[in-house]
Structure formats: C-alpha cells, structure tokens
C-alpha cells in the first residue's frame, strides 16, 4: 500500500471510526456506525466500501450496508440488492451507487463517505 493510501485511510478512520480490512488483493473499509436520518428502518448502520486496486486512479464504486437496512416502509432502497462482498461469507445490502464525477489527484476516500453519506441522505 502507498503512502497515499496510507495517509488517506488514517483520516477515514479518524472521521468515521472505520475499520480496515486487509487482503492480498485490496482493502476494505468498513465503518463503525454511520448514523442515519429519518426514513430508515435503522437509526445507524456499518458500511462497506472496497478500495480498488488502482485506487486513486480508480475510484471507488458501489458500497455495502447492514443486510437487514430497509425503508422505513420496509421496502428495499431503490439500486440495492443482497450480495456477497470480497471475502465475505455473508450477504450484504450492496447498494449500485457510482460516483459521476472523480478527480483522482483531489478526491480521496473521505470524499468517497461523504458521497455515500448524500446517498443515504436521499431516502428512496
């Protein structure tokens, strides 16, 4: 892993309380509690997000929830499906989120959370 990397995880850690998971192939974040606004069934839930090999240059895509993360309604969010993460036995709520714009020589994996918090934000 590069400095960069490095670097940019320790500030993710420090920002959400998130974990990493370490493989041969690549890092997993996978953050302690994302606290959730009104119009979830959950107050909070862990989420997952895979750095990609090639990261920054490839940008993070996609992240994962709490398998059980619905709609207050109880319907699933909208892009969701239930789905395996690298390295993981058990399904997930992965969420198809793509970030539309990216600039690898400013963006980092905060700003990928952050994103992912404004997908969150948007209740549906």
Request: neutral net charge; contains cysteine; glycine residues 6%.
């Amino acid at each position: 892993m590069n400095e960069l990397v490095a670097a940019q995880l320790e500030q993710v850690q420090g920002a959400y309380g998130a974990e990493i998971e370490r493989y041969p192939d690549g890092v997993v974040l996978v953050s302690s509690e994302f606290v959730l606004p009104p119009g979830w069934n959950k107050s909070q839930t862990r989420i997952w997000v895979v750095v990609p090999v090639g990261y920054p240059v490839a940008k993070p895509d996609c992240f994962w929830t709490e398998p059980d993360l619905r709609l207050q309604s109880g319907s699933m969010p909208n892009n969701t499906g239930n789905t395996r993460l690298p390295h993981h036995n058990e399904p997930l709520l992965w969420f198809s989120w793509h970030a539309t714009k990216w600039n690898p020589n400013k963006d980092t994996l905060l700003t990928y959370l952050r994103l992912v918090e404004a997908r969150l934000r948007d209740v549906r």
